[in-house]
């Protein structure tokens, strides 16, 4: 018999960097090869602990509301839990009634919990059953990029996840970094000079200069959020 112990120790948590694991699921949009629905966008995957419940409830929809900003920016939204199919649709079917809104992107009915031990969505303490919320941010490599978990009991704040995926996105694009509470429109960082010949480069630029290792600039163009 396999202790709690041992299954901490033996699946190695996913890491930013490493390559996003396939799988195959059935979903409320049929079945889904997750490297084939991944390939050449941004793919947000993320986690709820169950259907019919409330915080789950407002989070789906907010994302729902915000799939279209995502689709916008080359990024498709998959959500998943260790429901049914059956339970999902009946969930779909009843927020539709409730609400007028209609979950727009699959939801994996993870019942086997493959996808949950593959991506490290089980945390025992909080619940032996349930997935925790967490989010997966992969670039279109593969590549996971950003993970956030938040607890059963918080519901995630999906302007973050735009905020930061636009980030991302950015700094990929521009080869800049982003301060801290970056928002579109605000000064990006210039990365720190690699040789003595980048400082004297940078001095003659119209940066703001707190001092050699942190610069900002404006974007030469417009980021939409
Ligand atoms: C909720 O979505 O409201 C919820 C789900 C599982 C545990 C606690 C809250």
């Given at each position: 018999m396999t202790t709690q112990a041992q299954t901490k120790q033996e699946i190695?948590?996913?890491r930013i960097g490493d390559k996003a694991p396939n799988f195959q699921a059935n979903t409320t949009f049929g079945p889904v090869e997750f490297d084939n629905y991944r390939t050449d966008h941004w793919t947000i995957l993320f986690s709820h602990p169950a259907d019919f419940t409330p915080v789950c409830t407002t989070e789906l929809l907010a994302f729902s509301e915000q799939r279209d900003w995502f689709l916008e920016r080359e990024?498709?939204?998959?959500?998943?839990?260790?429901?049914?199919?059956?339970?999902?649709?009946a969930w779909v079917q009843n927020v539709k009634e409730k609400t007028g809104i209609e979950f727009n992107f699959?939801?994996?009915?993870?019942?086997?919990k493959e996808v949950a031990n593959l991506y490290g969505m089980i945390?025992?303490?909080a619940s032996s059953t349930a997935t925790v919320r967490t989010v997966f941010v992969i670039d279109p490599e593969g590549t996971i990029r950003l993970i956030i978990t938040y607890p059963l009991n918080v519901g995630r704040n999906i302007e973050e996840v735009k905020r930061v995926l636009t980030a991302l996105q950015v700094a990929d694009v521009e080869k800049v970094a982003l301060p801290a509470n970056w928002k579109p429109g605000e000064k990006v960082i210039v990365p720190p000079p690699r040789s003595l010949k980048e400082v004297e480069i940078n001095k003659e630029k119209s940066y703001e200069k707190i001092d050699f290792y942190l610069q900002k600039k404006d974007l030469q163009r417009e980021v939409s959020f």
């Open positions: 190695a948590p996913l990024t498709k939204l998959i959500a998943v839990s260790i429901d049914s199919i059956h339970s999902h649709i699959p939801i994996i009915a993870d019942t086997n945390h025992p303490e």
